[in-house]
């Protein structure tokens, strides 16, 4: 809260250092979740052990969701920056490259869908 109401000072002035004040406090405060990310993904891959679930599904699950925070990061960034336009790209970008890393998952949902119709 401190740095947006600073951020907003600072803009009038020195609208590039708003926007880097704006960017770093961005960054400390995902440095700083790190360590509960880190617990959070430890818990869900020992649930997926004692599920009898493979880790490629997880950890591609993982990866999913860690495209599309550091996507809505890059895009919020752009915004900041008054690149209305950039921002779009960068969540597009996101999208697809989430798409692609579901195929696997997708493929395998469809096989087991097939593989519960019965053959007449």
Request: aromatic share 8%.
């Amino acid at each position: 809260m401190i740095a947006t109401f600073l951020a907003l000072v600072v803009k009038e002035h020195k609208p590039v250092f708003a926007f880097l004040l704006t960017v770093f406090v961005g960054v400390i405060i995902f440095l700083f979740l790190i360590d509960q990310i880190s617990t959070i993904i430890q818990m869900l891959e020992e649930l997926a052990l004692q599920a009898n679930i493979n880790l490629i599904y997880v950890q591609t699950v993982l990866k999913i969701v860690g495209i599309a925070y550091i996507a809505e990061f890059g895009a919020q960034i752009a915004k900041d920056a008054g690149q209305g336009a950039m921002a779009s790209k960068i969540e597009l970008a996101g999208k697809v490259l989430i798409m692609v890393m579901a195929i696997p998952i997708i493929s395998v949902i469809i096989e087991t869908i097939i593989g519960l119709i019965p053959n007449s």
